[in-house]
Structure formats: structure tokens, C-alpha cells
């Protein structure tokens, strides 16, 4: 066979080099989607904003669902970052615990379009998803979860919290929180009064007044 007749080979990515390039396909997303919604990530958009051609991008992405998912995973390990950090920010646990509750509220003011993406659908365990699939996602996000689950834990443990099942009442949170969020961005007129995430948090959460805490209300 000639040199004419050989087919070409694609040159290898330097070491690493594939990473970095799936990383920016990543990037160019996120900034689509910080600058309008997830109808505006599309192949030629992704492309352009990460400098490549549009068939580069399946040699890391199948498709644009797909690349949406790196999005949201990406999301929900920063909002996982954020929610440690508040965590780490207070000493006390009912402090941790509104630091936190706090946070969670500060991402979705701050990320709208990120929080709608990483809530719309993306824990849809069809009937037509295997049990490989189901699992997977299943597990979006739980990480960040159990930042709540750790600060519930931990006002049980201190005697400031009357609950008994920290996933439960963390569970009732997240329900709170999320709501609370979903709201505020969905009618911004709404006159929301003062204090009503402390008051969630505290109902939610089964939070002991501190005059009324006593040793023997402390878990073992």
C-alpha cells in the first residue's frame, strides 16, 4: 500500500492534555448557562466558546445531556465546597447549622441558573433507566446532603436539637431550604418577612431554645 492509500492516524493528546480540554468544554458550559439558561448550551455554542470545532467534543461528550451532567456534577461539588465551608466557619453546632442552612440559600440566590439545572430532573430514575443508571443518579449530590445530615447530627449530639433521626430532619431541611429558594426566585415580589429562614431551620430542625437545654437533653 502506498503512502496515498495509508490511512491516517489521529495524533495522540499530549499527557493530560484531553483533562484540560474536557475541563474547558466544561468551563464554556457553565458560561452559557451563567449568561442565559440551559437551552442556550448547545454543540456549536460549547464549541465556539471553548475554542474547538463542534466534533472535537464527542471524543469527551456524546451529547449536550451529557455535558449538562458534567455541569451539574461540577455544581454540586462546589456547592458541596460552600456548604463545608460554612460548616467549618462556626464552632458551636447550632451556629454550624444556620452557617450552612445559610449557605445553601446564598448558592441558590447567587447560581440561579446552575440550581434550576441541578434540580430539573437530573435525579429522574425512569423506568426506562437501568439499574446502573438508577444508581448513579441516585447518588447526585448526596455528598453535599450529608454537609446538612453532619450539622443535624451534631446539634442532636450537643442536647440543642429534640430530634432523634438526623437524615429525617435533615431530609425536612433540604425540603425547607429548597422551597424557600425556589420560591424567592419565582416570585421576587412576594413580601417575605423577616427571620423566616430562622424560624425554618429552628422548626425543621427541632431546635431546643437554649434556656431550655438541659445536660441530660445531651445524646450520650
Known amino acids: 500500500m502506498s503512502d496515498l492509500e495509508t490511512p491516517a492516524r489521529r495524533t495522540r493528546n499530549p499527557r493530560g492534555e484531553g483533562d484540560r480540554l474536557r475541563s474547558e468544554i466544561v468551563a464554556a458550559a457553565t458560561v452559557l448557562l451563567q449568561e442565559g439558561s440551559a437551552a442556550a448550551v448547545t454543540l456549536r455554542a ?6 474547538i470545532t463542534a466534533p472535537a467534543i464527542y471524543r469527551h461528550f456524546p451529547d449536550v445531556d ?6 451539574v456534577d461540577t455544581a454540586f461539588a462546589d456547592l458541596e465546597r460552600r456548604l463545608r465551608a460554612a460548616q467549618e466557619s462556626r464552632e458551636d453546632p447550632v451556629g454550624r447549622l444556620r452557617a450552612v442552612s445559610r449557605g445553601y440559600l446564598d448558592f441558590a440566590r447567587q447560581q440561579p441558573e446552575h440550581y434550576r439545572l441541578m434540580f430539573g430532573g437530573a435525579w429522574d430514575a425512569s423506568a426506562g433507566a437501568d439499574d446502573v443508571q438508577r444508581a448513579d443518579r441516585a447518588s447526585i449530590g448526596m455528598d453535599a446532603f450529608q454537609v446538612l445530615v453532619d450539622v443535624v447530627a451534631g446539634c442532636v449530639e450537643a442536647g440543642a436539637s429534640a430530634g432523634d433521626d438526623a437524615f429525617a430532619d435533615a431530609s425536612a431541611l433540604w425540603v425547607g431550604l429548597h422551597g424557600l429558594a425556589g420560591l424567592r426566585q419565582t416570585t421576587p415580589l412576594f413580601p417575605w418577612p423577616r427571620g ?3 424560624d425554618l431551620v429552628t422548626t425543621l430542625t427541632r431546635l431546643i431554645p437554649a434556656g431550655e437545654r438541659t ?4 445524646r450520650p
Open 46 to 51: 460549547v464549541a465556539r466558546g471553548a475554542g
Open 66 to 71: 451529557a455535558i449538562l451532567r458534567a455541569v
Open 196 to 198: 423566616l429562614e430562622d
Open 215 to 218: 445536660a441530660s437533653s445531651r
